[in-house]
């Protein structure tokens, strides 16, 4: 059975960080393209940053970029996303999805998800 279980999640004033861990199980790892969402109230779900498989690149978005660093780490199949600089903007519920590829079309339709951690930046 394929899991993704986000965690570190939590309220934060502007201009802190955060950093975001994202269990997996199930599957191949490095096998898998994992990507980072999020999804505010009221908005669509955003991808954020995504890193390829089999040592592939790693996409950012330009809202989150040169703030945001995404890392995988083999040996405990695990994904992390180093948050610095938030900013009351990225307030949302962060998901990790692993799919075959990146992309938001491909990994809202055929990804597997976690079932997100919240992000509340304070102003």
């Known amino acids: 059975e394929v899991q993704l279980v986000e965690s570190g999640g939590g309220l934060v004033q502007a201009g802190g960080s955060l950093r975001l861990s994202c269990a997996t199980s199930?599957?191949?790892?490095?096998?898998?393209?994992i990507g980072w969402f999020r999804q505010a109230p009221g908005l669509e779900r955003e991808e954020v940053s995504c890193?390829?498989?089999?040592?592939?690149?790693?996409y950012y978005a330009d809202s989150i970029k040169g703030r945001f660093t995404m890392s995988r780490d083999s040996a405990k199949n695990t994904v992390y996303l180093q948050m610095n600089s938030l900013k009351p903007e990225d307030t949302a519920v962060y998901y990790c999805v692993a799919n075959d590829q990146c992309g938001q079309a491909t990994m809202i339709s055929f990804g597997f998800w976690g079932q997100g951690t919240q992000v509340t930046v304070s102003t």
């Open positions: 890193s390829g498989s089999h040592g592939g690149s790693t």
């Open positions: 199930g599957f191949i790892f490095d096998g898998y393209s």
